[in-house]
Nanobody, 123 residues
Framework: QVQLVESGGGYVQTGGSLRLSCAAS????????MGWFRQAPGKEREFVAA????????YYADSVKGRFAISRDNAKSTVYLQMNSLKPEDTAVYYC????????????????WGQGTQVTVSS
């Protein structure tokens, strides 16, 4: 059984940075594409970033392009999300997820999820 555990969330002021980590157990991450999604109170879960199995392709939501960067270390079975220039509208619970698709921006394509980590950006 695959388990994803996110960490690195917290409270930060506008313009600050955070680095989220997602550690996997029970499955080799190298076989899957990985993604980050987020859900703010009262809103639907939305795509943030994704990285292909081979690490050759990355995808970002327009709202985070140029500020966030997704990366992975398959040897450590860990995926990262570096978040810079944070804004109050980035406040949400951030979820890591894995998919057997080559890559995807659709939550419905993801097979397994972490429990989420809270990110709060103060204005």
């Amino acid at each position: 059984q695959v388990q994803l555990v996110e960490s690195g969330g917290g409270y930060v002021q506008t313009g600050g940075s955070l680095r989220l980590s997602c550690a996997a157990s029970g499955r080799l991450l190298s076989t899957d594409a990985m993604g980050w999604f987020r859900q703010a109170p009262g809103k639907e879960r939305e795509f943030v970033a994704a990285i292909s199995r081979s690490v050759t392709r990355t995808y970002y939501a327009d709202s985070v392009k140029g500020r966030f960067a997704i990366s992975r270390d398959n040897a450590k079975s860990t995926v990262y999300l570096q978040m810079n220039s944070l804004k109050p509208e980035d406040t949400a619970v951030y979820y890591c997820a894995g998919t057997t698709y080559q890559s995807s921006t659709f939550a419905s394509h993801y097979n397994y999820w972490g429990q989420g980590t809270q990110v709060t950006v103060s204005s």
